[in-house]
């Protein structure tokens, strides 16, 4: 458009950068972009798993009914699928968060960088370890 | 404005980040193995779980008490802060910004209350 052809009129100053309009699926398409959400959306199932364990606690402070409508509540399907979709998250969740230590915490020996399997190793070998302790804790009653 | 100076008035930050990091270890480690056996494994009956009486005789152990709380209340500020920046990066709502701290914050305050009232008092 040839602007001095339009008739002189006055407009305020108003600086401008050109800036693209990022989408609001910017994330899709890419995967370690759909990663990075699929870790910050973990969350939402961190939540819910709380809220279940929760839940559980409420029903064994009220007695044994309360408790069997619970367990009944968590043997409906929809409750099934959530929880089993939740696991995959909070897995999701442990395999991201300790595979990001090793680059949060870079460890040098001899001037060498020590390998990120070193540092998230043990970090693998603590969960299962824990796990097997609390599952052996519980199932022990 | 810089980004020092924004983060100067916001001492707070730092301890916010803190609750993320510790919820984040404990809800890598316990979560799980709590998810799969008391939402799953248990109703469905994959592996016998222990009897209603028992298992509130070990919720009612003062140490599990406290264990317990930790693995409720610290992963809620994980979900907290974590669930914070998914709003503000993944849907780019940055014009709500107080809301939704106060929602996500304020929702892991009261989980934490709700939490201590049932694994403390009414247990």
Avoid at chain 2, 39 to 64: K, M, N
Wanted: proline fraction near 5%.
């Amino acid at each position: 458009m040839d602007s001095s052809t339009k008739p002189a009129s006055y407009t305020n100053y108003h600086p401008r950068w050109f800036r693209r309009r990022v989408s609001t699926y910017w994330w899709m398409g890419r995967w370690p972009y759909m990663k990075f959400i699929l870790r910050e959306i973990s969350s939402v199932f961190v939540a819910w798993s709380v809220l279940i364990m929760l839940l559980l606690i409420r029903s064994l402070g009220h007695g044994a009914e309360s408790y069997a409508l619970f367990e009944n509540w968590l043997r409906s399907p929809a409750v099934v699928f959530i929880n089993v979709v939740s696991l995959f998250f909070v897995v999701f969740h442990t395999i991201t968060w300790f595979n990001l230590a090793p680059r949060a915490t870079v460890v040098r020996v001899g001037g060498r960088r020590v390998p990120d399997l070193l540092i998230s190793g043990p970090q693998f070998a603590a969960w299962i370890a824990v796990s097997i302790f609390v599952a052996w804790v519980v199932l022990q009653q | 404005m810089t980004r020092t100076t924004t983060h100067a008035k916001k001492p707070y930050e730092p301890f916010l980040w803190l609750l993320f990091s510790a919820g984040g270890v404990v809800a890598a480690l316990l979560i799980p193995v709590s998810l799969f056996l008391f939402a799953l494994a248990f109703p469905l009956g994959w592996i016998d779980a222990p009897s209603f009486e028992s298992l509130r005789d070990l919720a009612r152990h003062p140490i599990v008490r406290i264990y317990l709380f930790v693995l409720c209340v610290l992963p809620l500020f994980h979900w907290a802060h974590r669930f914070r920046y998914t709003l503000y990066d993944g849907l780019q709502i940055k014009n709500l910004n107080e809301l939704i701290f106060v929602f996500c914050y304020g929702g892991a305050i009261v989980g934490a209350v709700v939490a201590g009232w049932w694994i403390f008092a009414a247990l």
